[in-house]
């Protein structure tokens, strides 16, 4: 098997995980959350994040992997700032309707877009925008009900979507630039993000809950259903650097709606959730805008692997890896933790 074909089955099998984890810890949050009454998101984020650190740290003892420091600067303002996108997307579910948090989660693929455009130089081509604009029409139409605006919950919607949208593309920016590892950037960057929601997690879910996490009762099945729902978390924040890091956050993006779409089907299945023939319809359309988005990124990647062949001496910027394709050996694989937002009303999505 040559050295293409085997980076290509680690994608699929990094692709693989990342969904199989998402659409886990999605389903036993919904439990924990909808049938046992714990309505702490933030918090049980903060203890996602410290089992990952506490098992990354494991890992690093038994030499599974190698730690290498870089900016301690650039390591705590990420780390801040991905714990920040995460209590401001769980503010944004707190003061606005279903719906237009599902807005708020579809926003974040043009703005990540927008932003790669106008600061790093990045170029879609039509033929991406359109399967992209396929995608998001679908997803909408799958998920997106009520559209209830208020003046609070538009501008926090808005934070959390550029928050989220800059602390994933640092994700996949700061392991090229300073050449580390998913790995070494999850374990440096978990302290913060754990620290930052560790703080801020009772109070935000205080307020948006009108409890209090540390007078919950806490039962043998609450528990045993928060320490699966940890062990699961290691699995997703992994395989979400992974992929950023490999792809690209907009590719990370499209397998976050492909996992929202696959939470609709298994909640259908599993837990007798409401589904109509519109949500058929929306998973539809967004499955053929995957599809076109992967037809597209091999295409150009394809093109693009063929322009460098032809001129070894001249650097080619191509498009981002698609759901199933190794761009050169960047990556071919696409994550959201997390959009990450899980809430805790079980009339709401829950995301992972």
């Given amino acids: 098997m040559g050295e293409g074909e085997r980076f290509q089955l680690g994608m699929v099998g990094a692709l693989t995980l990342s969904v ?5 810890i999605v389903i036993c949050n919904k439990a924990l959350i909808s049938s046992l ?5 933030t918090t049980l984020t903060s203890w996602h994040l410290l089992v990952t650190f506490s098992s990354l740290h494991m890992a690093l003892k038994m030499k599974l992997f190698e730690h290498k420091p870089f900016d301690q600067k650039a390591v705590m303002g990420f780390g801040i700032l991905n714990g920040i996108s995460i209590g ?39 033929s991406i925008q359109l399967s992209l604009v396929i995608l998001l029409l679908g997803v909408g139409i799958a998920t997106v009900t009520d559209l209830q605006l208020n003046a609070l919950g538009s501008v926090l919607s808005l934070l959390a979507i550029v928050t989220t949208c800059v602390a994933q593309i640092m994700t996949n ?5 300073f050449k580390v590892s998913s790995t070494q950037l999850l374990y440096q960057s978990c302290p913060y993000q754990a620290g930052t929601l560790l703080i801020s997690g009772p109070f935000l879910d205080g307020f948006l809950t009108d409890q209090n996490v540390f007078a919950f009762k806490y039962t043998t099945q609450v528990l045993a259903f928060i320490i699966l729902s940890c062990l699961i978390s290691i699995s997703v924040n992994f395989s979400t650097f992974l992929v950023i890091g490999k792809t690209s956050p907009v590719t990370y993006q499209v397998l976050g709606h492909l996992k929202t779409c696959l939470v609709l089907a ?21 499955l053929i805008g995957m599809v076109l988005y992967s037809y597209f990124c091999t295409r150009e990647s ?7 062949s032809a001129q070894p001496f001249q650097q080619v910027e191509g498009e981002s890896a698609p759901l199933l394709n190794a761009e050169n050996g960047k990556g071919g694989l696409i994550e959201a933790v997390v959009p990450k937002a899980p809430v805790w009303n079980s009339s709401k999505d829950l995301d992972a």
Wanted: hydrophobic share 45%.
């Fill in 37 to 41: 009454g714990f309505h702490f998101a």
């Fill in 88 to 126: 401001l997307l769980n503010l944004s579910l707190g003061f606005n309707s279903v719906g237009f948090y599902q807005m708020t989660k579809l926003a974040i693929i043009p703005c990540t877009v927008l932003l790669e455009t106008l600061f790093l130089g990045k170029r879609f081509s039509r």
């Fill in 173 to 177: 920016t700061i392991q090229k630039n």
């Fill in 302 to 308: 394809q093109s693009t692997t063929t322009e460098v």
């Fill in 266 to 286: 298994f909640g259908y299945v599993l837990l007798h959730d409401p589904f109509s023939w519109r949500n058929i319809l929306g998973i539809f359309i967004a």
């Fill in 20 to 24: 199989v984890s998402s659409v886990s």
